[in-house]
């Protein structure tokens, strides 16, 4: 919090930006090769991920261009293999690097936007908590506490299963995302929520808190415009790491059949759909998603692991 | 002391009381209880009156009350998919879960907290930084990606332990056992290394925080120039210090471990609770969902507050720490 007395640290959003880029930030970046690595791996697989029509070899939800005779071949170093699909095909002759990419797509989409979603719940009740004090306070704080003492992956779980429980059979697997996005959101907040209000409550007795209030700044325009930038940095880094647990759990729920659908397979899915051949030899289905899932997850735990101490060393 | 623990005491039936209510309103609300219960050919008139006999149309009160009454009894009425008393399909279950967990959690202490020790101690050491970075990329992957992995090394290609299942199993009155049987113990092995593998990484990086945060402290200091010897003061006077968060942390990650052990076991085809509340999400079958979702809060709260009161027996200066936490906040 020492940072906090420089006056230049309170600005607009665009100042903030500003100033992370004066920061030795930059070059606390540049002197990590190992932070640069995994930021070159995070950029390829977002990249991967957004144009995956035009960057993946294959559609391999095209019906038309798959065909079954290419069912089950192994990757192309591999005897039988061939170099048209590079890390093999799976039970129905899709390209395994084409689903990977498209998989990735799902993955990432849904890591975002679940952590957009925990951040739009868990920062403004952090805030409203800290800010207000008091009941408000003592409501949402006891609701986090009780939250917080059983696993995020069980909590999305149950969500998960309460809403299938509510829909249809039939919607299940066109409302999976929203579901999975929903359920993995709904397990995160609490980090947010409490980290916000924590810093909440030391900024809201600084002075320019108090001049706002004075000069009769509505307490909501004093929340969003005054206090939010100032506790956006812890948030950052929890975001980050939350992106990571996110496409973990994904996964997870996946693989447990409880994610999204095999017609639109996320990395989890494809690892599930190939557990199914790991024990007639074809491990390829299996290792070359899981390999992809582990290195972009600990590719953007490192970035968190380095975001955490380059912004703020007391976070910890 | 004693009105902190009846504090405790009321928090937790509390949250009991809450985590109940949630699962009354997922039984009763989520899907219709009779038409899971009957076939389609029974008429109107038997279905108005099976849900006047079970109370189905009694106020919500009456019928949460009932629930939770149920609820202590151990009685969650039948199983949508099995036909069979849930308690019955969760006792049955139940063993196999928490001879998992304790391997588990056994193994999770007796590997992370000397690699914890040995990372604190030569921080500097090549061999302490390679752990270091292994339990990053041991949180990386997730736990059914370690679970299959092992399957396909141990399992499939060197063909060593079995890769479903319990193996044999020897019952022992109601509880039934693996760890008796040679078959049930080489089962035993890849899931309970698969499930305690994020607590080890877990506990070496506390045991190496907690380590370094006294070893920087004056009385280790003073310890070093009475000139006693560095094991010592290692173990003696430093690591005694650092076992009560530990075992705390450990106590509390008992519970996340017997929910984590629903991933483990869907790998594994490991017969355990795991398995069944998996199964019951699948099929959306309610009243498992419910009574598990019970029985694992039950045992969170349990475990907390032990935890908490062992706490407070053992260190008087948590006391006030606390207060004051408590004050500020």
């Known amino acids: ?316 | 002391m004693l009105a902190f623990i009846l504090r405790r005491l009321v928090q937790s039936v509390l949250v009991m009381l809450a985590v109940g209510l949630i699962a009354f309103a997922l039984f009763r609300y989520v899907g219709d209880p009779i038409n899971n219960l009957v076939g389609q050919e029974t008429s109107l008139a038997d279905r108005e009156a099976l849900r006047e006999q079970l109370g189905l149309n009694d106020p919500f009160p009456v019928q949460y009350a009932r629930f939770l009454a149920g609820a202590i009894r151990g009685d969650f009425g039948y199983s949508y998919i099995y036909r069979r008393p849930v308690a019955e399909l969760i006792a049955e279950r139940m063993p196999a879960t928490l001879e998992l967990s304790f391997a588990a959690a056994l193994l999770a202490l007796l590997v992370g907290v000397p690699m914890g020790v040995y990372t604190a101690l030569r921080r500097r050491g090549i061999l302490a930084q390679a752990f270091m970075m292994l339990s990053l990329i041991g949180v990386s992957i997730p736990t059914f990606l370690i679970g299959i992995l092992l399957i396909l090394f141990f399992g499939v290609l060197l063909r060593w332990l079995p890769t479903f299942g319990r193996g044999e199993v020897v019952e022992l009155g109601w509880w039934s056992t693996g760890l008796l049987t040679v078959s049930g113990l080489k089962a035993l092995i890849m899931p309970a290394v698969t499930l305690a593998l994020f607590q080890m990484t877990l506990i070496m990086r506390l045991v190496r925080s907690e380590m370094l945060e006294v070893l920087r402290t004056d009385y280790i200091r003073f310890a070093r120039a009475r000139g006693l010897r560095s094991r010592t003061i290692h173990f003696g006077h430093a690591l005694k210090n650092t076992l009560v968060p530990v075992m705390t942390i450990t106590g509390l990650q008992l519970g996340s471990i017997i929910a984590f052990a629903i991933i483990t076991e869907s790998v594994f085809q490991w017969p355990g609770m795991g398995l069944l509340f998996v199964q019951a999400i699948n099929e959306v079958d309610i009243p498992v969902m419910a009574a598990y979702l019970m029985l694992i809060a039950f045992i969170f709260v349990l475990i907390n507050l032990i935890v908490d009161i062992l706490y407070y027996l053992v260190d008087p200066r948590l006391r006030i720490e606390k207060a004051v936490a408590h004050g500020h906040g």
């Not at chain 1, 089950?72 to 990977?100: K, N, Y």
């Not at chain 1, 890591?111 to 908590?129: E, N, R, T």
């Open chain 1, 1 to 316: 919090m020492a940072m906090a007395e420089f006056p230049e640290r309170r600005g607009s959003p665009l100042g903030l930006l500003h100033r992370l880029a004066e920061s030795d930030l930059l070059h606390s970046f540049l002197s990590s090769p190992v932070t640069v690595v995994a930021a070159v791996v995070t950029a390829v697989f977002v990249g991967a991920a957004v144009f995956a029509p035009w960057v993946a070899p294959h559609d391999p939800f095209d019906l038309a261009s798959v065909n079954l005779l290419d069912a089950l071949l192994p990757p192309a170093w591999m005897e039988g293999g061939e170099w048209r699909f590079p890390l093999g095909t799976d039970d129905q002759g899709r390209d395994v690097l084409s689903t990977i990419i498209y998989g990735s797509r799902i993955s990432l989409g849904v890591g975002f936007a679940s952590v957009l979603f925990a951040l739009l719940i868990g920062v403004p009740l952090g805030l409203v908590a800290g800010y207000a004090g008091g009941r408000v306070d003592a409501i949402i704080m006891r609701i986090a506490d009780v939250q917080l003492s059983f696993p995020a992956i069980l909590i999305a779980l149950l969500v998960d299963g309460v809403a299938r429980g509510l829909l249809p059979r039939e919607l299940h697997d066109e409302m999976a995302i929203y579901v999975l996005v929903f359920a993995i959101g709904i397990s995160g907040w609490v980090q947010y929520a409490r980290t916000v209000r924590g810093s909440t409550l030391v900024e809201r007795d600084r002075e320019y808190v108090q001049a706002a209030r004075l000069i009769g700044v509505s307490p909501a325009r004093i929340m969003a415009r005054h206090i939010l930038p100032n506790v956006l940095g812890p948030v950052l880094v929890i975001a980050t790491i939350h992106l990571a647990l996110a496409i973990i759990t994904e996964a997870t729920l996946s693989f447990l059949g409880v994610g999204v659908p095999p017609t639109q397979p996320s990395l989890g899915t494809l690892i599930r759909i190939g557990n199914d051949y790991l024990f007639s030899g074809e491990w390829w289905i299996t290792v070359f998603p899981g390999a992809a899932l582990a290195i972009l997850v600990l590719a953007v735990n490192l970035l968190g692991d380095w975001l955490r101490d380059a912004l703020n060393p007391k976070l910890r």
